[in-house]
């Protein structure tokens, strides 16, 4: 009795241990961001398909502020129309793009859009700067190099992004995407901070834009243009 006791313990025991096991899985969006933004990298991206029912000549901006002097530099990249039309195309173009297999997955007969807007943050060898990539649906990126100042009392640079709750839309007005913020030092704590909430504002409200030394914002203009065409 004690034998078989004893053997159908080795049993459950090898059966428990087997049971328990360490699997590989397969790697999904999920885990590749996590892992950038461990190390230094931030992704966000904006739908504009919302958009794509109508003609809108689409402005990229990035405007740097300061907590002294308010806006200090403003750029703008005009990065054209929101959708190109193929019969919009000569006919030489359009068997050079068929060529280049161009037009496969097009819909609607729009070749080129502008449905998204990705911003990559990404950081710079040099502490000073920030690289930001700016993707815009299939028609291609701007990509900049943002400098940086530091924490006075530390001399270190510390940045972070926050992006925008985006809740209403007007042709032709600034709409912020997201925001890189400057910590600060606090005298009183005698530590450095960024606080407030995750997401800003779109009209620029939060308490937190009054207490950052240095920040960028990083934003579009949607300026609506005559109907080319109904689909």
Known sequence: MKRQLLLLTLLLAGFSLSAQ???SRDVDAKDIISLLRNDGY???SFDLNDFMKGDYNVTLHIKEYSKEAGEINSRGFDVGENKILFSQFTEEEKKAAKELGLTKGMKRGILYKIDRINL???PDKVDSLMKLNAEYGNL?????RLKLRPISAENVYKYEIRPFVI???ESGKFIPLAALLSWWYDETAKV???CGDPMLKSDLSDEILENVPHYYIIGVTLDKIEKKENF
């Open 21 to 23: 096991n360490i699997k």
């Open 42 to 44: 931030d992704l966000y």
């Open 120 to 122: 990559a943050f990404i």
């Open 140 to 144: 291609g990126a701007v990509s900049q």
């Open 167 to 169: 809740d209403n839309f």
């Open 192 to 194: 450095i901070r960024c």
